[in-house]
């Protein structure tokens, strides 16, 4: 694996320095000052070597991007970087852990310095508001992917799982779903929607937020947590399955935009139903499909999921006060196996929605 | 990223079982039992917890190998899972920590069993012998390529670094040197090797062991260490750097295989030297071009190169014994920057060959 040159010996200006090594160039952008005491060693060795804190458990995620199939080629390399780092982070925010240090497989077609720069700006600028250290990484020509494993800290015990629901527990989510799905659909022209309206929801798709805070704060709190990757229904059978029990949720009750809302009430007024689908062009539905689709199978939100007993309900309003995000009760847990959706009038939804392939990073 | 199925879901028999989605079919093969005390969820929630040993440090490391550059498409999978592994342990070993646990991210053009079946066989065989626990993947649809991540555990401040390196401690390294090279070189019909030579060195080539036991027990012997994976005169100039000295090293002393001995002993009777280089083909060098570039370039044999003071000879002697690992001491590290080598009459060589760039498992 590439190491990087010692300390001090790369201490040039990267933008007037000559022509180096693909692996000098890339430790040239990876490496940085360390400000983590618990990083002993970081990028440079065979290995890094991190001191995890007495009486804590470590959590640890890899999440793989891979080009033409988690984004387009011609993807903004910050937001990317920003991405790759995200999807991770979120992973540790379901399971209430606070990120601590990553490393980075990385291949890349070619050496551009100008694409290494935005990338690890991307990346660096997450990684420093949530104090995650780059402790390792490994650089080499390929088809573009990115690698990413991170390493979250938590209080022996504490962790968040998915095994936890209980019959009787709510169901909660944090912020709006359903935001990146549609702004995709509007950028690739399957729906309309207003200029800020599209500037609002983008920044959902491009660049979304981990909720760390709320996954630490929800410790001891949720009785079970995920983070809503692949759209709610999809993702919270991963909870009741892992718990062994079902859970109905209330359609009016979960958390929506204003563009997303308005997106609904439009559907409602115009009668638009499942009935005028088949004139339409392959891949493009109805707005009450697309809808539903957006809420219920939308995924890249990375909001969180959870369960906690009503007797916590409190508790949970206050865990995400504290850290300013908010949550919405979505539906009961039941010991009945099975997801059910219950429309405004109390019906059971017939079927439920799954979610497009897509690329998150055009 | 994908998720497992929760136990006990999975429990039909591989061979007969239905085709399933790619995702669930990859789970099949890679979840297995767990049989850590310390890893508290292994695969099959957002990310899985370790407990580290209580001051305990711990040790972290990436290597990505990507199909074209690595290895070639038609590569034995067997071997690729083995060597995914291999290479990161080696990483653990230059710092003396045992592997722990360990996380693929793992991009496949399509999902074949046989493929998969393969794969994992090598990977899990050459992590059971280390007790590690693949504790997190990803899998996804994309030109192949292997990322892993290992974790590797230490009582705190016992790790060894590149740094330490002091002048006038001795040189040392594991094994013999170059084996890896030459059998590419005989596969490649760039050295002739009679049949049991090529089977002897074949398996250096394309099962290399990681010396995680040598590592562990130079732990307060060495002052300094890497795995060469890059060839000794390179991989020893990171020592050099970070530790801020040079080195002389005796070219008799650097161990070899009885074929790569042979090969230094044909070349002296024939007297053949850079003279004759000129008519060679591309790519083809003299035997003993070829001889010292293996010994001092060849990389992929991934055995350790440390250093240690004069004083610790019979240390760095009886840790090897006690893992059954031949050592030998190979020079001096010398207050003088930069790196000689001497050859047998004790005139400096004027220049040290660089390896082949070249692919390990064909």
Chains 1, 2 share one sequence.
Not at 63 to 90: C, I, Q, T, W, Y
Not at 156 to 171: E, F, L, N, P
Request: net charge negative; with cysteine; hydrophobic share 50%.
């Amino acid at each position: 694996m590439p190491h990087a040159d010692p300390p001090g010996s790369a201490a040039t200006d990267p933008a007037t320095a000559p022509a180096r090594s693909e692996f000098a160039l890339i430790e040239r952008y990876f490496r940085r000052p360390v400000h983590d005491a618990a990083v002993r060693l970081g990028i440079g060795d065979d290995a890094a070597i991190v001191a995890p804190a007495a009486g804590s458990e470590l959590v640890l995620a890899v999440d793989m991007l891979v080009e033409g199939r988690h984004f387009l080629s011609g993807a903004d390399p910050e937001l990317l970087g920003h991405k790759a780092l995200a999807v991770n982070l979120s992973d540790l925010a379901a399971m209430g852990a606070r990120p601590r240090w990553a490393l980075l497989g990385c291949a890349l077609p070619d050496a551009s310095e100008a694409w290494l720069a935005a990338f690890t700006r991307g990346l660096f600028a997450l990684a420093d508001r949530y104090d995650v250290t780059l402790v390792g990484g490994d650089t080499t020509r390929g088809p573009r992917n990115l690698c990413v494993t991170v390493v979250g800290e938590l209080p022996a015990g504490t962790a968040i799982t998915r095994a936890g629901a209980k019959a009787g527990d709510d169901v909660w989510v944090s912020g709006t779903l359903g935001d990146a799905m549609l702004a995709l659909a509007a950028i690739e022209g399957r729906a309309a929607l207003s200029a800020a309206s599209l500037a609002s929801l983008r920044v959902r798709l491009e660049r979304p937020e981990p909720r760390v805070a709320l996954g630490i704060a929800l410790r001891g709190v949720a009785s079970a947590a995920l983070d809503v990757s692949d759209g709610l229904t999809g993702d919270l059978r991963h909870i009741l399955d892992a718990s062994r029990v079902g859970a109905t949720l209330d359609l009016t009750a979960i958390p929506r935009s204003a563009p997303l809302a308005a997106l609904f009430e439009g559907a409602a007024r115009s009668a638009d139903d499942d009935r005028t689908a088949s004139g339409r062009p392959p891949g493009h539905r109805s707005p009450r499909e697309l809808a539903l689709a957006c809420l219920l199978a939308g995924g890249d939100d990375y909001e969180l999921c959870f369960t906690a007993a009503p007797a916590r309900r409190d508790d949970v309003l206050r865990a995400a006060g504290a850290v300013g995000i908010q949550v919405a009760r979505i539906g009961t847990v039941t010991g009945e196996a099975g997801l059910r959706v219950r429309d405004a009038a109390g019906a059971l939804l017939a079927a439920l929605p799954s979610a497009f392939d897509h690329f998150a990073i055009g």
